[in-house]
């Protein structure tokens, strides 16, 4: 079955310091999330990109969170400075088209900011 | 106002009992229903689709009213591998997801 990954899995650094996730949808998915979810809540999208084109970022803080998908395939999102509230789980997601199909997740990658 | 509200709980319940969940969404013009399962520390998951005239799934049933703008989720004969969050999810045009915060269950032997 085919499955959304992503990397790495855990990640601990200090504030100040940059960090960087990676995904790669399921094969053919045209379109792409990164959300972020804090313990106890549901998630909450950070960008949706259709291909390499960017949707909708409208919750991403762009004065340190970026992210691209430059040829329409995998993901990175970066955070530069970290900062203690950005620790969370960073869930990427990916569905087959537009519309309103379902969206398959990725494991996660969950950051602890110290 | 969110965009749509459940009830965290906690819900504990003894094994083989029914239990619901409801959840309501603030937009009318959402389009599409979910509940997605999600378990400690993994990703969320769909459980099922919502449909107008109501789903069932083995032991799951899923209701949608549109005039009141609330879903539920019915689970019948608990079984304890069922303790888990249950995400109420809303769509609209594009894609757009909107996650409710999250029901958790935790089925007692």
């Known amino acids: 079955e085919a499955e959304v990954a992503q990397s790495p899995r855990y990640k601990i650094t200090e504030k100040s310091q940059a960090v960087a996730f990676w995904c790669d949808p399921i094969?053919?998915?045209?379109?792409l999330y990164w959300y972020r979810q804090i313990l106890g809540q549901g998630p909450e999208l950070l960008v949706q990109?259709?291909?390499?084109?960017?949707?909708?970022d409208s919750q991403l803080p762009k004065d340190r969170f970026s992210a691209e998908r430059l040829k329409g395939v995998d993901s990175t999102l970066k955070i530069q400075p970290a900062e203690l509230g950005d620790s969370a789980m960073y869930l990427c997601?990916?569905?087959?088209?537009?519309?309103?199909?379902?969206?398959?997740f990725g494991p996660g990658t969950r950051l602890t900011v110290l | 106002r969110k965009e749509v509200e459940q009830d965290p709980g906690p819900f504990n319940v003894p094994e083989g009992a029914t239990v619901a969940f409801n959840c309501t969404y603030s937009n009318s013009a959402s389009q599409s229903f979910f509940w997605y399962r999600q378990d400690c520390r993994k990703e969320p998951k769909l459980l099922m689709s919502v449909y107008s005239s109501g789903n069932e799934d083995g032991r799951f049933t899923a209701q949608l009213n549109r005039a009141s703008q609330y879903i539920s989720l019915l689970i019948r004969d608990s079984k304890l591998s069922d303790s888990a969050t249950y995400l109420c999810v809303v769509a609209r045009t594009g894609n757009q997801f909107y996650f409710g915060t999250g029901t958790s269950l935790t089925v007692i032997p």
């Open positions: 997601a990916s569905s087959l088209l537009g519309g309103v199909n379902e969206q398959f």
């Open positions: 990109f259709q291909d390499e084109s960017v949707v909708d």
């Open positions: 094969s053919g998915h045209a379109t």
